[in-house]
């Protein structure tokens, strides 16, 4: 997580499990609270598990009035539904560096 905080696509990125345990994260120039990314976080669990059956959720893109995006993205690794939860603020390319960190994570 640290080495992909490098990239400078996110103010901040965490990822947490189906649980709701932080995993792991980093945390750059945001002011956007690990807190308050693990109780979207919470809802998100609730929420992804009520639409399961009819429709499988990958990602939800939250904007902000102050151009920050928070993305959540869910994908199964190491026997768990982890939630990769991001902060970026308009900057491009966010989308393929958080695959290729799923993609990284799911190879470990």
């Known amino acids: 997580m640290q080495a992909s905080q ?3 696509r996110w103010d901040c990125i965490y990822l947490f499990s189906s649980e709701g345990l932080l995993l792991a994260g980093s945390s750059g120039s945001g002011d956007h609270s690990r807190d308050s990314l693990l109780e979207f976080a919470f809802s998100l669990i609730e929420t992804t598990a009520l639409l399961e059956n009819d429709l ?3 990602e939800i893109t939250i904007r ?3 151009r920050a ?3 959540f993205r869910t994908f199964r690794a190491w026997d768990d539904d982890l939630i990769l939860a991001a902060v970026v603020r308009g900057r491009k390319g966010y989308k393929r560096a958080l695959s290729r960190l799923m993609k990284y994570i799911q190879e470990l």
């Open 6 to 8: 490098h990239e400078e």
């Open 56 to 58: 499988p959720v990958k």
């Open 64 to 66: 902000s009035k102050t």
């Open 69 to 71: 995006t928070m993305i």
